[in-house]
């Protein structure tokens, strides 16, 4: 009885991971020309100062609008692009599409342009022997203020091979573009190395604030790294904040940044730009969001 539902479990294994080869296949084949097809876009998440309320920076995240299967996340896709490799150029197309639409938004939303955008990078992307000229090529080619493009890279990977990983980022830094710790918290590194890194923001993950009410530490871990943060003067970016009473305790934490749902989800541009247009302080007279329309 038991060897025979043994069995029976196995042949269902099998089929199922077949499944997952064949499926993991075909992202892959198609992955390689979803460029080409114009199926990769953007949307925006506002990161926004706790105190002000105004935003601060757009974090680009990408999309792949499959003709068939319709939207499918990164998370579905980014891991099987940098094993394959694809990620170099995906990686490429995202940090020169982010550049082309804040010279674009610089010109259609003016004033209103958000101050800074985020462009997560792969391991295998930062450790392109021409990394730096490519980024180099897409500030110079949008003609964008340097310091407005922040670049996220994990924790884990820059723990991975920490001299080399240094010296990338501060060659990166010498362009004068800024680096965000992006999931900090979720990492094996050490609070204690976190000043050998030349970094500019930590994003702490959204684990901590979704753990935050239910869990002690987590209140006074996040505490731990916003006083450690303000010591080695790296903002600090809290992801994931979802509702009201989080912010509460997030702000009286001195958190200066947050980024979630409770702002603003993802947006298209179309979405940003009424998003931006709906939360400056100017009086609703100076408003005009189809006056920007791009
Ligand atoms: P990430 O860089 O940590 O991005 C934040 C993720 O959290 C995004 O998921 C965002 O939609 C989601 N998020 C934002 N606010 C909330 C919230 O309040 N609650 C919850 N539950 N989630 C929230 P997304 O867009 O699916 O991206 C997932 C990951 O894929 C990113 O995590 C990043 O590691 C990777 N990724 C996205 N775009 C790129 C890219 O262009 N290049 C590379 N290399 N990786 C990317
Ligand atoms: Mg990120
Ligand atoms: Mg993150
Ligand atoms: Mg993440």
Not at 6 to 26: I, K, M, N, P, S
Not at 53 to 58: H, M, S
Request: net charge negative; hydrophobic share 40%; glycine share 6%.
């Amino acid at each position: 009885e038991a060897k025979k539902s043994g069995r029976a479990h196995y042949v269902v294994f099998d089929r199922d991971l077949r499944e997952q080869a064949e499926a993991r296949l075909r992202i892959e084949y198609e992955l390689h020309t979803a460029i080409e097809r114009r199926e990769l876009n953007l949307v925006y998440q506002p990161i926004i100062s706790l105190e002000s309320g105004k935003i601060e920076g757009v974090e680009a995240l990408i999309r792949w609008n499959h003709q068939e299967h319709g939207m499918i996340g990164p998370e579905r896709f980014i891991s099987i692009a940098e094993e394959t490799g694809i990620i170099e150029s995906i990686g490429n197309w995202v940090l020169q599409e982010a550049c082309r639409q804040m010279a674009e938004w610089e010109k259609t939303l003016g004033s209103l342009t958000p101050p800074s955008i985020h462009v997560n990078v792969s391991r295998r992307q930062l450790l392109l022997p021409n990394f730096c000229r490519i980024v180099t090529q897409a500030i110079t080619e949008h003609n964008i203020a340097s310091h407005r493009l922040h670049l996220e890279v994990t924790e884990s990977m820059i723990m991975h091979d920490r001299e080399t990983s240094i010296a990338i980022l501060r060659e990166l830094k010498q362009l004068g573009v800024q680096i965000d710790i992006d999931d900090f918290g979720t990492g094996y590194s050490s609070l204690s190395c976190l000043h050998e890194f030349p970094i500019d923001v930590l994003k702490i993950d959204r684990e901590f604030v979704a753990n935050l009410n239910q869990v002690q530490n987590f209140g006074a871990l996040l505490h731990t790294i916003v006083a450690l943060a303000d010591n080695l003067n790296l903002k600090v970016v809290v992801e994931g904040i979802e509702n009201g009473e989080q912010l509460t305790l997030i702000q009286a934490m001195g958190c200066e940044f947050g980024q979630g749902y409770l702002f603003s989800a993802p947006l298209t541009v179309q979405r940003l730009q009424d998003f931006v247009c709906s939360t400056t302080e100017f009086p609703p007279s100076n408003r005009n969001p189809t006056s920007a329309s791009s």
